[in-house]
């Protein structure tokens, strides 16, 4: 497809710009955009006549009508790719921002990906160790799932993903590699983010895809999906075992609005556009592991949810697509536990394929199953407590508070640095049940608590 | 062929003109990749198209093209153990010829033109056929034979037939003579999927559909040809539910559509259905299973024709004369593509963005269920369970909402439940069945003739529970007087030993009627023995220390269904239990006195 270069705009709104009079123009086709010699770069999202309405992803701040040069590039937005990535700092439209010059390119790709055949996908079905026992032990991350945070403003959800890219890892040595994407972070973030990979020398096995909070927003349209088609490529085509970290998705959520406010389409909730769903799944369905391939592609999305409300959209779309979420807490934040992971309504769908017999330890589903339980059980004594006073209560639902405590200020909690292993993780758990009389045990079996119950 | 320019393109819809020539609902080729399409709106020389697979690089002043066909199914054998897209191309051959992702404006036949099928050909020169009627039949699979049709606007006389053999899906087998026309029937047929396939009679539903959860066939039943939803927020179980039903559930043939959900969950069904086995004929689950996929990141208007492809398959082996089972995973997807579709059309919406439109479009598809005399008087039905995910778990949103209108039996997911773990999530105080009046009968005759009294009972005691609970909460359950708090704990039977149900277990997973029965029967006479004891004064502490306590909380895993002597035997326990106690104390009452 030839380039074709027009001159003028017929009207530029927000990050959008019209132009008269084209020709054969492709919708999602790459444009420039050129004002005296400065290039941006920008998308055809909508084509009516010889009209083209164009996203420009470096924003419109400064363009003139008169002056504006469009180039149509005859292709889709694409990025370089080859095993160099690795280690590299890349912007949300996939160019390298580290001063270590361009990749050299083994192949090119739309950044928008396929998807994938649902016949052709292999069913997840082992884990990752983050080294974070309220992760490893209650909501075990599987290669291939996608497994978000719901986190909250002010909630230290970019803590604990710096820690999981740090620690992550695959039991049996194969390659490893992170794609840390940030989405419309704030430069003290990024700053620690970037500060804390370099120290520990993390950033070697890791890609990072950055667009800052004063970056143009239109930008973060591409932002995952950039990271998401070297994750891909790594996974698939170098046969490695990727964990794609997205924070903030939303950013790219208060963005997709944006944009689609400007086109005056009609939303559906809280003024989200009704192709939300869709379009999120796009990002999150590009996770899985495919028959006859190595890699695997894993991705935790961070979701701060608005007001800490689970129901709105963001969160709730998210959930509905992807395989469980791990839910940050405030009240665990304020009592100065961290990671402050609320186990109740965490949870990861595919724990009960990867974990167990053959992957983690045999007593591993039972030992999560009883901790949940009795955790939850401690729960509902709490708000007995918080009615009667403690002095009312059962010897038995005393024994219960005790547990609580100990369980979340031992097992959830853990210091920023500490790395554990599944062993230790669950030799923990057990720990825990230790607090509970034998009789309230009825999750785990007799010859369990034999091994593995020490008083 | 019909042909027009496009001019308009937004994301999945197109716009093009320059033919009057083309049909509502025709499928056309869309541009120089040829994308497949459907015509969704005329007006004069322009048509708009909504494309069924993604439109980027797509340009203006590239083609739309008529095929003259609606879109339409291809009805024959092989469809069984296929996975099949919205538009019924088959992924499993997709894959083979195009590799591990789906690519664009393909085209594949949904069955195998090369496969050769065993046929048994029923008619013979000088025999007339009518709509309906079955000419021809191959052993599809070893559970599911397929029954060829005349198909419903057919009849005639039979002028050609060929013999008993081996076929292709393409090859004539009947050639049929009405009047001046000549009408061939091969193994296949097409159908319109937008257009119910005709029957001769509506059947009143009084058989249910027995599908081993306890929740559904003991509480909320569901009958052959009846319309059932299920709504849940995330995280509430609908999926594995909606597995569930589709392994245990006695239907004859199972169409499970994933429409718009994850790609995970139907490798899972692809890997596990093959290897499970159907409780009652001993063959792998797969071998009465279709299965019809557009995951979330499939593209949307292949979401919305998905539904109506998976129906008419269903409808199809109804008129073979089989009990059909579609689960639509989910219907909520469904409706958003629709809400999509309709915006970029430029339509005006109704309820939160949804076209006014919606509520037609679901009483259309729920309609499509029913127990039927077929065409040629058989005996078929088609049972439809829709899940439905709320935004939010807010049942009050318009797609649960108007779902409501058009299903009779409502299996509400809690998410408090799911919280706690407790599976199935099926609420037992906001879920209900129109049913239960319909299939008393049944139930009575075939089970046990206090079924429907002891369905009252427990429910009466799961209320009181409930309505406990909330007293529990504020003052703890110690303070209670003995006899609520044996409520209490009966209704921690029924809940944890009979309603939850763990589908991961062997045993455990599927629940025959007779089991579900004489479980609910052995809580109910524990609770009307423990009951008189306390009356008389006896602790609940003396009650719940003894060893059959916990027995009825375990009977559900430690009793399989091939040994329900067992419950017998535990029946006789309990019976022994309240005997001795009651003679211990009325001793201890003696002394006392």
């Known amino acids: ?445 007799r010859e369990e608590i034999n091994q593995f119950l020490q008083r | 062929m019909s042909k027009a320019s496009i001019f308009w393109i937004n994301g999945p819809v197109v716009k093009a003109r320059g033919s009057r020539d083309f049909m509502m609902n025709e499928m056309v080729r869309v541009g120089n990749s040829r994308l497949i399409g459907e015509v969704v709106d005329l007006d004069q020389d322009t048509l708009t198209i909504q494309v069924y697979e993604g439109t980027r690089g797509l340009q203006t002043e590239e083609l739309v093209e008529g095929t003259g066909r609606l879109l339409s199914a291809y009805l024959g054998p092989g469809l069984i153990g296929g996975v099949f897209d919205g538009i019924e191309r088959p992924l499993d051959r997709l894959a083979q010829a195009y590799g591990d992702y789906v690519t664009r404006g393909v ?63 393409s090859d004539n087998i009947l050639l049929i003579r009405n009047g001046e026309q000549e009408i061939p029937l091969r193994l296949y047929q097409e159908w319109p999927v937008r257009l119910p396939r005709p029957i001769k009679n509506r059947i009143p539903p009084s058989l249910p559909l027995i599908t081993g959860q306890r929740v559904i066939d003991f509480f909320f039943p569901l009958a052959k040809g009846g319309a059932a939803a299920i709504p849940g927020g995330f995280g509430t179980g609908k999926t594995v539910t909606q597995h569930q039903l589709a392994k245990w559930s006695d239907a004859d043939l199972i169409v499970y559509i994933g429409c718009g959900e994850r790609g995970n969950e139907m490798t899972q069904v692809l890997e596990e259905f093959p290897q499970l086995v159907d409780p009652r004929t001993g063959k792998a689950l797969m071998e009465r299973t279709v299965l019809v996929a557009n995951t979330s990141n499939m593209p949307v208007s292949a979401r919305e024709a998905s539904i109506y492809t998976g129906i008419t398959i269903a409808e199809y082996f109804r008129d073979m004369g089989y009990h059909v089972a579609l689960m639509a995973d989910s219907t909520s997807r469904w409706a958003e593509a629709l809400r999509e579709l309709s915006g970029r059309m430029e339509e005006m919406p109704a309820e939160e963005g949804f076209p006014a439109y919606l509520t037609s479009r679901l009483s259309e598809f729920y309609e499509r269920a029913g127990r039927a005399e077929t065409l040629a008087g058989k005996e078929g039905s088609v049972t439809i369970i829709g899940a439905v995910s709320p935004p939010g778990g807010d049942f009050s949103e318009p797609v649960t909402q108007h779902t409501r209108e058009f299903v009779r039996c409502f299996w509400a997911l809690d998410r408090n439940l799911a919280y706690s773990r407790h599976y199935p999530s099926v609420n037992w105080l906001t879920s209900y069945s129109e049913f239960v009046e319909d299939l008393a009968d049944w139930f009575e005759n075939e089970v046990d003739t206090s079924w429907n009294q002891l369905r009252t009972e427990a429910m009466a005691l799961l209320n009181e529970d409930d309505r406990l609970q909330q007293v529990i909460k504020l003052v703890g359950e110690d303070v209670l007087p003995d006899e609520q708090r044996l409520v209490v704990e009966v209704g921690r039977l029924l809940k944890t030993g009979f309603l939850q149900q763990n589908s991961f277990s062997l045993t455990d997973s599927f629940c025959s009627l007779q089991k579900q029965f004489q479980m609910i029967d052995l809580i109910l006479y524990f609770y009307r023995r423990a009951r008189e004891l306390i009356s008389l004064g006896m602790a609940i502490s003396e009650i719940k220390r003894g060893a059959v306590y916990p027995k009825l909380l375990r009977m559900k895993e430690d009793i399989p269904a091939a040994q329900l002597e067992e419950l017998g035997k535990l029946r006789e326990e309990v019976e022994k239990f309240f005997d001795e106690l009651a003679q211990r104390y009325g001793e201890g009452v003696r002394h006392a006195g």
């Open chain 2, 107 to 169: 085209e594949l036949f949904p069955l195998e033109e090369g496969r050769k099928w065993r046929v048994e050909v029923l008619k013979r020169e000088g025999d007339s056929v009518s709509p309906g009627e079955v000419y021809a039949r191959i052993q599809e699979t070893s559970m599911i034979e397929h029954r060829l049709l005349v198909p419903p606007q057919v009849k005639g006389e039979v002028v050609e037939a060929r013999p008993n053999g081996e076929y292709r899906v």
């Open chain 1, 1 to 445: 497809m030839p380039v074709r270069e027009y001159l003028g705009l017929s009207r530029i709104y927000g990050p959008l710009v019209v132009v008269k009079g084209v020709e054969k123009v492709g919708y999602e086709e790459l444009v420039e955009v050129v004002l005296r010699g400065e290039k941006r770069l920008g998308q055809v999202v909508f084509l009516e006549e010889d009209q083209a309405v164009i996203q420009v992803f470096e924003g419109t701040a400064g363009l003139t009508q008169a002056d504006a040069r469009v180039r149509f590039l005859g292709r889709p937005v694409e990025i370089s790719l080859s095993q160099e990535v690795i280690g590299r700092v890349f912007d949300g439209l996939g160019r390298p921002i580290d001063q270590e010059g361009e990749v050299i390119e083994d192949v090119r790709r739309d950044v928008y990906g396929e998807a994938i055949n649902p016949y052709t996908r292999e069913y997840p079905r082992n884990f990752i160790q983050t080294g974070i026992s309220a992760i490893d032990g209650m909501a075990t991350l599987i290669r291939g799932q996608k497994l978000p945070i719901f986190s909250g403003a002010g909630l230290p959800h970019n803590r604990l993903v710096v820690q999981i890219t740090r620690q992550a890892k695959i039991a049996g040595g194969e390659k490893f590699v992170v794609v840390f994407c940030g989405i419309g972070l704030k430069h003290d973030e990024a700053e620690f983010i970037q500060s804390s990979f370099e120290e520990t020398g993390a950033m070697k096995n890791v890609v990072m895809v950055l667009n800052l909070a004063d970056d143009p927003s239109v930008e973060r349209i591409t932002t995952p999906q950039v990271a998401l088609t070297i994750a891909e490529y790594l996974a698939f085509d170098q046969d490695m075992h990727v964990l794609a970290i997205l924070t903030d998705m939303t950013n790219y959520c208060e963005t997709l609005r944006e944009i689609s406010n400007y086109r005056g389409e009609v939303p559906a909730r809280k003024g989200y556009p009704g192709y939300m769903y869709s379009d999120l799944a796009s990002i999150y369905e590009r996770t899985g592991m495919i028959k006859g391939r190595k890699g695997s592609l894993t991705q935790i999305p961070v979701v701060t949810m608005p007001n800490d409300d689970i129901t709105h959209p963001i969160p709730d779309l998210t959930g509905y697509i992807t395989e469980g979420q791990i839910v940050l807490g405030r009240e665990l934040h304020r009592q100065g536990i961290y990671p402050p992971i609320s186990i109740l309504p965490s949870l990861s769908r595919l724990m009960k394929d990867g974990i167990g017999e053959g992957f983690t330890r045999p007593d591993h589903p039972n030992l999560a199953s009883q901790l949940f339980a009795s955790y939850g059980q401690a729960q509902n004594v709490r708000s007995l407590a918080s009615i009667i006073g403690e002095e009312e209560l059962s010897e038995a639902d005393r024994n219960y508070l005790d547990f609580a405590r100990k369980f979340e200020s031992q097992f959830i909690n853990q210091d920023f640095s500490e790395e554990r292993s599944m062993e230790e993780t669950l030799n923990l758990g057990w720990a825990m049940l230790a607090q509970l009389p034998p009789s309230e045990l009825n999750r785990v079996t």
